[in-house]
């Protein structure tokens, strides 16, 4: 049997972090090494960095999960954050874990915008939607990323009689509706777009791909 320091060690939670998609975001961790780690139970706390006190996450409170939905939390984006999380099993607590500084606005991961494709003769029309985050407005409509951003649609056009890997830029802006005209008949054509955001330097992944033949 473990002595009492020797468990405490052992079920201390590893790699404490924060993973964030359009602001919706959780804190994740892993069981400590001990084989009994997995019968542990968690406890989560958080708080706003310069804070002196931690807030206890009450639906993360003696759970036996390696996740905890933290977006209400974290919901003033500009504002760093720490979490931190201890174990317990059979009476003994570990020491805390920290993560390392979470700020939402300049960490979050932003998904691809929404791609909807509509051809006529000799070309094609693009239609954008971006990505929202779970935050919402009064009326209960979620607040699209756009409202915390500066943020450009990049589209791409494939033509797939050329080369399935050959993206070419047709569109950069604000834009929702683009028209991307003198294309080919009888020609398959993909579009893929992505968010770009130019303060930060980051990119979106690429939407999935919409296709049509013209």
Same mark, same amino acid.
């Given at each position: 049997v473990?002595? $009492?320091q /020797?468990?405490?060690d052992s ?5 404490v972090?924060? =993973? +964030?998609? !359009?602001f !919706?975001?959780t804190l994740r961790?892993?069981?400590g090494w001990a084989?009994?780690?997995r019968? @542990?139970?968690y406890? &989560?706390?958080?708080k706003?960095?310069?804070? +002196?006190t931690?807030? $206890? ?7 036996s999960?390696?996740?905890?939905d933290?977006? =209400?939390?974290? *919901? ?6 720490? %979490?931190r999380?201890r174990?317990?099993l ?6 805390w874990s920290? %993560?390392?500084?979470f700020?939402?606005w300049?960490?979050t991961t932003?998904?691809p915008? &929404?791609?909807?494709v509509v051809? %006529? !003769?000799?070309s094609?029309t &693009? ?5 929202? *985050? ?5 009326r209960?409509s979620?607040?699209?990323m756009? $409202?915390?951003? /500066?943020?450009?649609?990049? &589209?791409?056009?494939? $033509?797939n #009689?050329? /080369?399935?890997? =050959?993206r070419v830029?047709?569109y950069?802006g604000?834009?929702k509706?683009?028209?991307i005209?003198?294309l080919?008949?009888?020609v *398959?054509?993909c579009?893929v777009?992505k968010?770009?955001?130019p303060? #930060?330097? =980051? +990119? +979106? @992944?690429?939407?999935s ?6």
């Amino acid at each position: 049997v473990l002595e $009492n320091q /020797d468990l405490q060690d052992s079920i201390k939670p590893q790699k404490v972090e924060f =993973h +964030s998609f !359009n602001f !919706n975001t959780t804190l994740r961790w892993q069981p400590g090494w001990a084989r009994e780690a997995r019968d @542990a139970l968690y406890f &989560v706390q958080y708080k706003v960095y310069g804070q +002196s006190t931690w807030q $206890n996450k009450d639906e993360c409170w003696g759970i036996s999960s390696h996740v905890c939905d933290l977006t =209400h939390e974290t *919901s003033d984006i500009q504002e760093p954050y720490y %979490s931190r999380v201890r174990a317990a099993l059979a009476g003994v607590y570990s020491d805390w874990s920290l %993560s390392c500084r979470f700020t939402p606005w300049r960490e979050t991961t932003i998904g691809p915008p &929404v791609v909807t494709v509509v051809h %006529s !003769n000799k070309s094609i029309t &693009v239609k954008l939607q971006a990505p929202r *985050s779970p935050y919402r407005r009064k009326r209960g409509s979620k607040i699209p990323m756009t $409202n915390y951003y /500066d943020l450009l649609f990049q &589209v791409f056009i494939i $033509n797939n #009689l050329l /080369d399935e890997q =050959h993206r070419v830029l047709v569109y950069e802006g604000k834009d929702k509706v683009i028209k991307i005209e003198d294309l080919r008949p009888g020609v *398959s054509y993909c579009i893929v777009a992505k968010m770009y955001v130019p303060m #930060l330097g =980051h +990119s +979106s @992944a690429y939407s999935s791909r919409q296709c049509t033949v013209l």
